[in-house]
Nanobody, 122 residues
Framework: QVQLVESGGGLVQAGGSLRLSCVASGGVFSVNTMGWYRQAPGQQRELVATCTSGGRTDYADSVKGRFTISRDNAKNTVYLQMNSLKPEDTGVYYC????????????????WGQGTLVTVSS
């Protein structure tokens, strides 16, 4: 059964770092775009960073210079290295996979992980 498995969330102090990981598993052959989104308390979900299969990346202005997204296509895994964390980075971080193709040739336009909580204390 295809799913996105996330890990790496937790509680850190301002200025600290965390590294999130997300694996697309369950007979996945390829994924066009993988990325991270977050939702702060009382706010809408927003884009954090994305990475295409070719390595092209995009970042929200609020995280540029602090966060780095990377990807291992062979493992269908995406990472988010978060440095110099700020309290406003607090929220539930969701992994997203777009353009998923399974070994069975079944396609999924969009898949989401269940989310992992990141809390940054001041």
């Amino acid at each position: 059964q295809v799913q996105l498995v996330e890990s790496g969330g937790g509680l850190v102090q301002a200025g600290g770092s965390l590294r999130l990981s997300c694996v697309a598993s369950g007979g996945v052959f390829s994924v066009n775009t993988m990325g991270w989104y977050r939702q702060a308390p009382g706010q809408q979900r927003e884009l954090v960073a994305t990475c295409t299969s070719g390595g092209r990346t995009d970042y929200a202005d609020s995280v540029k210079g602090r966060f780095t997204i990377s990807r291992d296509n062979a493992k269908n895994t995406v990472y988010l290295q978060m440095n110099s964390l700020k309290p406003e980075d607090t929220g539930v971080y969701y992994c997203n996979a777009g353009g998923v193709v399974l070994i069975s040739f079944r396609r999924y336009p969009d898949l989401w992980g269940q989310g992992t909580l990141v809390t940054v204390s001041s």
